[in-house]
């Protein structure tokens, strides 16, 4: 059964996710924007998207490049919850999962690390 929820209150729950990445973390992010879409077009049950060229990855010619994305996908995630606090935990496990995509973190790790 979907979670109802208001794209108003599950960009809240974004925002409060992103308040949970330390600092430091927060800092060295790096041209880089997370935006909430309703579903990726190809992958209509993916979670969570980073597009971009990881900061483990860029170098000199890095520069003027248009900044990597970070897609939250709210009726994916509202798909697989029960309930607003199912809602509330897979927010921060898909911010946290994307966001380690931007500092070079594959999927084999965060698995391993109980972010998959």
């Known amino acids: 059964m979907t979670v109802e929820m208001t794209r108003a209150r599950f960009d809240e729950?974004?925002?409060?996710?992103l308040?949970?990445?330390?600092?430091?973390?927060?800092?060295?992010?790096?041209?880089?924007?997370?935006l909430v879409e309703d579903r990726n077009?190809?992958?209509?049950?993916?979670?969570?998207?980073?597009?971009g060229i990881a900061l483990t990855e860029r170098n000199?010619?890095?520069g003027g490049t248009l900044?990597?994305?970070?897609?939250?996908y709210r009726e994916a995630i509202l798909d697989v919850c029960q309930t607003e606090d199912d809602v509330v935990e897979e927010?921060?496990?898909?911010?946290v999962h994307e966001i380690a995509h931007h500092f070079g973190v594959d999927d084999a790790k965060l698995h391993e690390l109980g972010w998959g």
């Open 19 to 34: 308040d949970l990445v330390p600092p430091d973390f927060m800092h060295a992010m790096n041209n880089v924007v997370v």
């Open 91 to 95: 927010v921060i496990i898909t911010v």
């Open 13 to 17: 729950l974004v925002e409060e996710a």
């Open 41 to 51: 077009p190809d992958e209509p049950s993916l979670l969570g998207l980073y597009q």
């Open 60 to 62: 000199t010619d890095y």
């Open 67 to 72: 900044p990597d994305h970070i897609f939250i």
